[in-house]
């Protein structure tokens, strides 16, 4: 294995800020994520796996330690009957695979089109957008357990996929390096509908009884008008898509907040186990924060209050600042403490707390 020496990260992160690592390397196989893990074991290292960088903030000091990014491809396929497992390697662009899926006319991933970003993070996080996510398909994900020192199999069910989280995330974070992902999915299914702007979408096209590939095209379209695909050109293209979680608050919480909020019309989805879920992007309006509203070299995309953007000049400690100022101003209007989506490396804990 053959490392090389603080590579800037910034070009591997779609924020595009950041230092470098003071080690990195490109996995194309297994055996090369294996040797990866061995040698930062060996070197008395931290190991850190990098995908398509979309959900990450680098800081400007850099991560120390060896970061390995997962560049594995291979896809493999087996049906019996209607159910079709698909098994994707890490590196797999992730859009490619939910285009592929499509195309043959395998229901269950259409309404994730347009995912920044690799196989190997969709279970990280529980990946999901407009009324989909990873865990409805996810039957098995292939790591190398860094703690036992070899490769497991882990079910759904172990995976403890819960709302953008999962084992992976924050139960037991650095342990597993993920290698493979099986969806299992549907072919010849109907795509999954019940979103509002999906179905008004299709509405408009005309469209009464969608294809898998007309809501992909719709989910596509609507994607594009909030700046939620990346796209060259677009001027708010440098973000990590949310930068915050959609707070999930108790009954009680809920009662103060609205209390507080003096707002009937206070977005919010009921959640099977008795709580609720609130919009951050609408607490983060009513706390006075706009679309397009620049500090300096960062500031809220013009088309969704939810991602930060960045421009030119930027650096992540700005990133942060306004990431910070941002859950500050939420928590003192209304008392509810936002959680950041994306992953922070080489911060320390309570960066965002110490940047307002
Ligand atoms: C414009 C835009 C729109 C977005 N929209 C959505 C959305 O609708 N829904 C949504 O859920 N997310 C969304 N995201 C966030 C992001 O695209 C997803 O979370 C994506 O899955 C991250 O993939 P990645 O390969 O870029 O991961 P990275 O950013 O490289 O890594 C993220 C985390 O996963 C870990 N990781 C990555 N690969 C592996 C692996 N093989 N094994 C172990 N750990 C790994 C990393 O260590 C890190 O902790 C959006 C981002 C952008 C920029």
Redesign the pocket.
């Known amino acids: 294995m053959n490392p090389r020496e603080r590579v800037p990260l910034a070009p591997y992160c779609?924020m595009a800020v950041g230092g470098p690592a003071r080690f990195f390397v490109e996995a194309r196989t297994e055996a090369d994520v294996l040797e990866a893990v061995e040698w930062a074991r060996r070197e008395g290292l931290a190991l850190?796996?990098?995908?398509?960088?979309?959900?990450?903030v680098v800081a400007d000091a850099g991560v120390d330690g060896i970061v390995v990014r997962?560049a594995i491809r291979g896809v493999s396929i087996r049906e019996s009957g209607v159910a079709v497992d698909l098994t994707a390697a890490?590196g797999e662009p992730?859009d490619e695979i939910v285009g592929h899926a499509v195309e043959r006319g395998w229901a269950g991933l259409e309404c994730l089109s347009g995912?920044?970003?690799?196989v190997?993070?969709?279970p990280?996080?529980n990946?999901?957008?407009y009324g989909q996510e990873v865990s409805d398909t996810i039957t098995a994900v292939r790591a190398l357990d860094r703690r036992a020192g070899r490769v497991v199999t882990l079910s759904a069910g172990a995976c403890a996929f819960a709302y953008?989280d999962s084992l992976?995330k924050t139960g037991a974070p650095d342990r597993?390096?993920?290698l493979t992902v099986t969806y299992r999915l549907v072919a010849g299914g109907a795509p999954a509908l019940g979103y509002p702007d999906v179905e008004r979408h299709l509405e408009v096209r005309g469209i009464r009884s969608p294809a898998l590939a007309d809501v992909r095209a719709s989910v596509l379209a609507i994607r594009r008008g909030k700046s939620?695909?990346?796209e060259a050109g677009d001027p708010n293209r440098r973000?990590?898509?949310?930068f915050f979680l959609n707070p999930i608050v108790s009954p009680d919480e809920l009662r103060r907040i609205e209390a507080g909020a003096g707002d009937l019309a206070m977005p919010r989805w009921p959640q099977s186990d008795g709580r609720v879920k609130l919009s951050a992007a609408w607490l983060i309006e009513r706390a006075g924060f706009q679309r397009g509203e620049r500090t300096g070299p960062v500031g809220l995309s013009t088309r969704h209050s939810l991602a930060i953007v960045c421009h030119d000049g930027a650096r992540a400690s700005d990133v942060v600042a306004l990431a910070g100022r941002i859950r500050a101003r939420v928590e003192a209007r209304f008392g509810v403490r936002l959680v950041p989506e994306p992953?922070l490396w080489g911060f320390e804990p309570g960066a965002l707390d110490r940047s307002t």
Request: one cysteine or more; aromatic letters at 6%.
């Open positions: 779609t850190r796996v990098l995908g398509g960088g979309s959900n990450l997962m890490a992730w995912i920044p970003g690799r190997g993070a969709t990280i996080q990946v999901g957008a953008r992976l597993y390096v993920v939620m695909v990346l973000s990590c898509g949310s992953v």
